[in-house]
């Protein structure tokens, strides 16, 4: 038995399952985290940027037990990310989507950098668009485009991607979220349809991609990004559990623990 699989099938017994939290500084990265977490409103608006890493764990019903870890984004910190590659399930990539000249530049860049990684090879992506609740935020499907993700799929890298929205109050719409309102709207009363089953049985030997509108601050679409995350995570490592009890919601966090190292 290989080296992977005794891992897998030691992390299918305890289940842990390892999710990485990355991209650029000021993304938004340790306010997703918590709040995902529950952390109360204070803590969540009021964060610094990350000098090291931050682990922090929920527990899904099921007891599945998902670590976050939280690496902090600045450009002097990236050199370290992939000391923490080994042994990841699932990455989620934050970009702050007012910034559209960072993803097409940096972001992009370092993106490509993660998915051409070997030990990353099948993990599964979630793209979270975050800051949705800003007037200058690009819809999601600019971010998309900026990041460069539908080249990886040309280029062969095998991916499969979906692309969410979320509903916007129009109030907030920016000019191009507003050009967009039918297919909006639409779309946001289809959220579960976001990633038929039918998807997930045919991952086998390709890299799930799927991009999310969030925000945050107001916590929107950020249980449906949990949701697929969890699915996906579980279903790569434990693809024997039914899906039935893996529709997470914040009822189903069980408890949570956490643990800060500076590098
Ligand atoms: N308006 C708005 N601001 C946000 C949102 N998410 C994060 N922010 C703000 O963006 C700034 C950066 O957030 P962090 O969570 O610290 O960013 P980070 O990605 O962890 O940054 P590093 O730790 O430096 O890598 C903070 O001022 C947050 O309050 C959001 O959804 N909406
Ligand atoms: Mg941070």
Redesign the pocket.
Known sequence: MGLLSVIRKQKRRDREVRVLVL????????????RLLGDDEAA????????GFCIRTLVLKGGYRFHFW?????RA?RSYWRNYFERTDAIIW?V?A?TPHRIKGEAAQELAALLSEPSLYQVPLLIIA?????LAAEPVSSVRKALGIDAFCVAGAAATIATATIATPTSRRTPLEANQQTASDTMASTWAQAWPADELSQLDGRRPIHVMP?????GEGLSNALDWLAQQAIQRLYRFDTRGDLRSSPSCVLSEQQHSVAL
């Open positions: 991209g650029l500084d000021n993304a938004g990265k340790t306010t997703i985290v918590r969540v608006r009021r964060t610094a940027p990350t000098e939280d690496i902090g984004g600045h910190l934050v702050d007012t975050n800051k949705m609740d800003l969030c925000s945050a601050y107001t």
